[in-house]
T-cell receptor
């Protein structure tokens, strides 16, 4: 079965640089979520999109922005990177269909290291 | 805001034995979803089991089952016939019905010993 695809899988950046993370949801899934997981922590919700509109917003820094495109893929743009942004970034997708409604399936994550 | 609490930071079990992981949550909602996710050393987040709050029947998935006590706001995970591959961090998560964010507990590190 198709899964959530994230790219790149690993990313190394310098402070103050920018980074773009991409997410391709499971086919027919209409909702995309972004989470940040620091070392030894649980995942923290950043932002979500339903049918290309922002549906919920969590603790996402103003330096970050995201959008969902017409093909339902999503991108998380991170600017002025700080050391504290080093983390594992997950994308998840779900759908409002009748089978496993609103169950979030996670991608493999993007490991971001800011030096 | 919803909160999820996992009071057992670490647990261990012998291979082939049964172990139960605890989770409690707080919400004012009457309808919601609860999940257990597994995160092995690869750090992939893998769905283990899902429970809809309006269903009284406890969910089961092969060796994994839950004990859902809605009034007590408790959602424990039982793993039967534990296998070495079950070694992972287990997260309990709460989700509203509208498809919004998941709120995770702090996690329980489970080690299955041979």
């Amino acid at each position: 079965a198709a899964g959530v695809i994230q790219s790149p899988r690993h990313l190394i950046k310098e402070k103050r640089e920018t980074a773009t993370l991409k997410c391709y949801p499971i086919p027919r899934h209409d909702t995309v979520y972004w989470y940040q997981q620091g070392p030894g922590q649980d995942p923290q919700f950043l932002i979500s999109f339903y049918e290309k509109m922002q549906s919920d917003k969590g603790s996402i820094p103003d330096r970050f922005s995201a959008q969902q495109f017409s093909d339902y893929h999503s991108e998380l743009n991170m600017s002025s990177l700080e050391l504290g942004d080093s983390a594992l970034y997950f994308c998840a997708s779900s759908w409002e269909g009748t089978v496993r409604q609103w169950t979030q399936y996670f991608g493999p994550g993007t490991r971001l290291l800011v030096l | 805001a919803q909160t999820v609490t996992q009071s057992q930071p670490e647990m261990s079990v012998q291979e082939a034995e049964t172990v139960t992981l605890s989770c409690t949550y707080d919400t004012s909602e009457s309808n919601y979803y609860l999940f257990w996710y597994k995160q092995p050393p690869s750090r992939q987040m893998i769905l283990v089991i899902r429970q809809e709050a309006y269903k009284q029947q406890n969910a089961t998935e092969n060796r994994f089952s839950v004990n859902f006590q809605k009034a007590a706001k408790s959602f424990s995970l039982k793993i039967s016939d534990s296998q070495l591959g079950d070694t992972a961090m287990y997260f309990c998560a709460f989700g509203e019905t509208s498809g919004s964010r998941l709120t995770f507990g702090e996690g329980t590190q489970l080690t299955v010993n041979p």
